[in-house]
C-alpha cells in the first residue's frame, strides 16, 4: 500500500476579486490535496534580545493561537513546523576559514532540544519539526565538492543525530535562485534536491522538504533588499516574472515525490498582498501536482 503523501502550503495568496481574505481564498484554490501547515515563528519562542526561550509566549501560542485568527489555532493531531531561524541558535555555524564550511554548534541543538521538549509537553496530541535544519541543504554545501566535505558532513550528522530522534518530522529547505555564482545548471539544482534529500533520509524519519514557488533572490530585491539598498516597487509583472518555471517546479516535485513523505510550499508574500497568477505555468503544473496522490 502507498504510504499518504502529505501536501502542504503557506502561500497565502490574495483574493484578486476581493471577496475572500488571504486564508480562505489560498484554502480553497488548493484543495483537494494540500492543506495549511501550522507554524510557530521564531518571535514566538525566543527572547527578543537574548537566546532563550520564552516559555510562556510559547506556551500560550501552541495552546490559544495567534491572536484571534482561525488559520493560526493548530488544530488536535497537526504537523507543526518550528520556525526558528536565528543563526546565533542553528545546529550549525561557519567555520572561519571557508564560508561554506560549518561545524556543529553545541548550544542551538542544546535550545531545539528543550524547544521540542516544551512543544510535545504542551501539545502530546501534534507532530514537530524544525525548519531548515537537518541536514544542513544549502546549496553550495551540498553541491561542495572539497576533499573535506564529507568528514565534515559525518560529524554534523552525528551531532545532530539525538535531535532529529526527537523530531517528528524533518524539513530540509530548497529555495532556489535565478543566478548561483557556481553550479548554475539546471542539471545542478536536480543534483542538489536529490543530494539533500537523501541525507534528509539518513535520519530516518519521515522528510517534507520546503519549497518556494519563486526565485527567493528576486523576491528579495522587493521585499528584504541587502543592505543600503532600497528595495524595487512591486508590480503584477515582477510577481510573475520571479515564479518558477512549471518545468521546473515539477521536475522538482517527482524528485520530493520519489525520496520525500511530503512538501510544504512558501512563498507569495507579504501574506494577502499577491495574487497566485492563475493563469500561469507555474499554477497548471501545480494544479497537475495536486492529482498526483
Known amino acids: 500500500m502507498k504510504k499518504r503523501y502529505k501536501r502542504y502550503h503557506y502561500l497565502m495568496s490574495s483574493d484578486p476579486a476581493g471577496r475572500q481574505n488571504q486564508y480562505h481564498y489560498s484554502r480553497d484554490l488548493l484543495k483537494p490535496g494540500c492543506e495549511l501547515v501550522r507554524i510557530v515563528f521564531e518571535s514566538d519562542i525566543l527572547k527578543p534580545d537574548v537566546d532563550e526561550i520564552d516559555e510562556d509566549k510559547f506556551t500560550r501560542r501552541l495552546v490559544e493561537g495567534d491572536n484571534t485568527e482561525a488559520f493560526n489555532k493548530i488544530p488536535q493531531g497537526s504537523d507543526v513546523l518550528l520556525d526558528v531561524e536565528r543563526k546565533s541558535v542553528g ?38 519539526g524544525f525548519y531548515a535544519q537537518m541536514p544542513n541543504t544549502k546549496y553550495g554545501g551540498v553541491l561542495n565538492t572539497g576533499d573535506r566535505v564529507p568528514q565534515w558532513r559525518r560529524v554534523l550528522h552525528t551531532a545532530c543525530w539525538p535531535l532529529a530522534e526527537q523530531c517528528d518530522f524533518l ?5 532556489d535562485f535565478r543566478v548561483r555564482p557556481e553550479h548554475n545548471t539546471f542539471d545542478d539544482r536536480l543534483r542538489w534536491i536529490r543530494k539533500g534529500l537523501l541525507e534528509a533520509k539518513y535520519f530516518n524519519k519521515p522528510v517534507l522538504p520546503i519549497f518556494m514557488v519563486e526565485y527567493l533572490d528576486l523576491w528579495r530585491q522587493h521585499y528584504d533588499p541587502p543592505q543600503g539598498q532600497s528595495a524595487i516597487p512591486d508590480t503584477p509583472e515582477h510577481q510573475r516574472s520571479r515564479l518558477l518555471s512549471g518545468y521546473k517546479w515539477e521536475q522538482y516535485h517527482r524528485i520530493a515525490d520519489e525520496l520525500a513523505d511530503g ?19 507555474l499554477w497548471h503544473v501545480t494544479k497537475q501536482i495536486l492529482k498526483w496522490n
Open 91 to 128: 545546529v550549525c555555524k561557519h567555520l572561519p576559514e571557508e564560508k561554506l564550511w560549518y561545524q556543529p554548534n553545541q548550544s542551538g541543538i542544546d535550545i531545539r532540544h528543550r524547544i521540542l521538549e516544551i512543544a510535545k509537553d504542551v501539545r502530546d496530541d501534534c507532530r514537530f
Open 171 to 175: 524539513v530540509p529547505e530548497f529555495y
Open 263 to 281: 512538501t510544504i510550499w512558501w512563498g507569495l508574500g507579504p501574506w494577502g498582498t499577491n495574487p497566485f497568477p492563475v493563469d500561469s505555468e
